[in-house]
């Protein structure tokens, strides 16, 4: 009887444990986004725009350490797929070691010196490939923390391959607001006005760019120096606020390091205008009346509102490292979430009342038995889920009822055990006994695969298949203590306290 008692003290344990952790289901359990609506998209880094960005940042520290070497005849460029070119005349040998030992520090480039004063630098084949990985890697942290903005929980970011996104918001309201916010640039920068441009196409120099600015009374354009003397990295931060017209606009707040450089920018530059631009558009030129120190600026625009308040958020949170491309998205109504839920729930009712039909009527008391043990089986289950912040999806409906017939299966081997057992002539106890040890490494064994499979599942896969290799996985885990542990204490307790001389079964 102390061995029952002990055994007894387990099982209620466990499942008081259990229960504890999954009861009330719809605060514990959380709904994948296929049951309670959402958005699901799918985006691609731009590694075109990736490799011209990260080589504009690597020309313009090569053009600001030739300004410091003084006036200085010179040419950077960059081509399209990131190739930088550079030209220097009239430049010492010394002066031009120190320029070359920098473009050499790149270690993402292939430094190619062409000639005295003229040199390539192309991406190296590895590098690249780390560099869209990092970019991948950045982008999730920038995509997390405006989603974190946006004030939503339980947002599932997944990469894939080198280069690919996936975001999964259960209960967006606004889908379109998160597409808006996840998938804007965001790349801030200051550079220097040449004057007003008739249009895209008028000519320019190689170190000017024509870039649009859309204002209340159409699109303007303006001649900008493609040199970036301050960039949106160095925000500390970005709120709404008003101009001194009273109109909406939104105020920045640069860091030491870049309330420095801003000091330093409007100090040499007194009279000039200074383009904000924003992904490629100028969202204003205002002209520089006077150093300013205090490391704040302000970006105005014809803003409603609802448009401050997401530049705020996707400046607040951080420029992704290259624009993304939108590859698909999905929004799922909670409408159909709802339906999917009603329908998993009576399947797995059905599952259950046909699973316990059958197993009463082949094996008598002892399908009742096994039977009994599902109830426990998906307690355990759903505690372990919420346990492991699982989230429950569609197919993780179809492996809850999957678990169901595995949880009987093991049973269905331990009773043919036993009927053999008793055929042969040993007594009640000494069947249960032989039956349940016989049938137990036969039982592990295919338990045991079958969770290997669902672990690499668990690993390699992505969305709603991981959903399902965790419901699985805790499906295995519980099946295997109902219905060999807990079962086999019924049996022996039944068996304990009526002295059974015959089984049915």
Request: hydrophobic share 50%; net charge positive; proline share 2%.
């Amino acid at each position: 009887m102390k061995d029952l008692r002990i055994r007894f003290l387990i099982i209620l344990f466990v499942l008081g444990i259990t229960w504890w952790l999954a009861f009330p289901l719809k605060e514990k359990v959380k709904l994948g986004l296929d049951l309670r609506g959402g958005l699901d998209i799918t985006y691609e880094i731009d590694v075109d725009q990736l490799k011209k960005l990260t080589s504009d940042q690597r020309a313009q520290s090569i053009m600001d350490k030739l300004d410091e070497l003084g006036s200085v005849d010179y040419k950077v460029t960059v081509d399209k797929d990131g190739s930088i070119h550079v030209k220097i005349n009239d430049l010492p040998k010394n002066k031009l070691v120190e320029i070359e030992a920098l473009m050499q520090g790149f270690v993402n480039y292939q430094f190619i010196k062409v000639a005295d004063g003229e040199y390539t630098l192309r991406f190296k084949k590895e590098a690249l490939t780390k560099l869209i990985k990092d970019a991948q890697m950045k982008a999730v942290t920038v995509i997390r923390n405006r989603v974190d903005e946006l004030g939503v929980k339980e947002v599932n970011i997944t990469t894939y391959g080198i280069d690919r996104i996936r975001v999964q918001i259960p209960g967006i309201k606004d889908a379109q607001e998160a597409i808006d916010i996840i998938g804007r640039t965001a790349i801030l920068q200051f550079r220097l006005v040449e004057g007003p441009a008739a249009s895209m196409d008028e000519k320019v120099s190689d170190d000017v760019e024509i870039l649009p600015e859309i204002t209340d009374k159409g699109v303007r354009y303006w001649k900008v120096q493609k040199r970036v003397l301050l960039t949106g990295d160095m925000l500390k931060n970005a709120y709404v606020g008003f101009d001194n017209m009273g109109r909406i606009a939104v105020d920045i707040e640069f860091n030491s390091v870049g309330a420095q450089k801003f000091a330093k920018i409007t100090n040499e530059n007194v009279g000039r205008l200074l383009a904000i631009v924003l992904d490629q558009k100028v969202q204003s030129a205002p002209q520089i009346r006077e150093p300013i120190y205090g490391g704040r600026a302000q970006i105005t625009g014809n803003f409603t509102d609802k448009e401050a308040k997401k530049l705020a958020i996707v400046l607040r949170a951080g420029a992704l490292p290259a624009p993304l491309k939108k590859l698909g998205a999905t929004i799922v109504g909670p409408t159909l979430g709802t339906d999917s839920i009603r329908r998993g729930v009576k399947a797995i009712t059905y599952g259950f009342l046909l699973v316990l039909l059958y197993m009463m009527v082949v094996y008598g008391f002892a399908g009742v038995i096994a039977s009994s043990a599902l109830v426990a089986n998906f307690i355990i289950m759903m505690g372990i889920m919420a346990y492991f912040n699982a989230t429950l999806t569609l197919p993780g409906i179809a492996g809850l009822i999957l678990t169901v017939g595995m949880a009987v299966d093991a049973n269905v081997i331990i009773f043919e055990r036993i009927r053999e057992e008793l055929a042969m002539g040993k007594t009640v106890g000494a069947a249960i006994d032989s039956g349940f040890s016989k049938a137990f490494w036969t039982i592990f064994d295919a338990n045991m695969t079958t969770l290997i499979t669902a672990l690499v599942l668990y690993f390699y896969g992505t969305g709603p298949i991981r959903g399902f290799a965790v419901t699985l996985s805790a499906g295995i885990v519980a099946s295997m203590f109902t219905a060999i542990f807990m079962v086999k204490f019924i049996f022996d307790f039944f068996h304990k306290i009526r002295q059974y001389k015959t089984l049915s079964i």
